[in-house]
């Protein structure tokens, strides 16, 4: 299935000026919803909601444990393809050039000839250059 990318477009303008918010529009929800868009259900939704404790975000150690992953890479490899090329418009995205949150990393989607991430003040992008992975659905 192709990613459908007007939606996804879409979802961006929509998103571009809503800032990174724990727990609503953290990376990882901001990026399970681009997917949404795209393909009609997100790249994790199991994982929604599973990353929290009490209402806060787990530690390394907890996350480790309750995905049954020692990286984030782990974990997202068994969700998706990762891939060794540039990747494609839609693709989910990490890098550590950015604010990198709890994962040490933070997750993205590629536009093209750069990534899309949140901020504190909403949607912004870095270089195509600065992913460290990429990953496409199967």
């Known amino acids: 299935m192709s990613p459908d990318l007007d939606a996804l477009n879409d979802y961006i303008a929509e998103m571009r000026n809503v800032p990174f918010q724990w727990h609503t529009n953290d990376c990882f929800m901001f990026t399970n919803n681009a997917y949404r868009a795209m393909y009609g259900e997100g790249w994790a939704d199991d994982w929604a909601g599973k990353y929290l404790k009490n209402g806060l975000y787990m530690k390394r150690d907890q996350l480790r444990k309750t995905f049954g992953a020692q990286t984030l890479e782990e974990a997202i490899d068994r969700k998706l393809q990762r891939i060794d090329r540039i990747p494609p418009k839609g693709a989910l995205v990490t890098t550590d050039k950015t604010r990198r949150w709890v ?16 901020s504190e003040k909403g949607i912004s992008s870095l270089q195509i250059d600065f992913i460290k992975n990429a990953w496409v659905k199967a």
């Open 103 to 118: 994962i040490g990393d933070a997750l993205g989607i590629a536009i093209g000839t750069k990534a899309i991430f949140l």
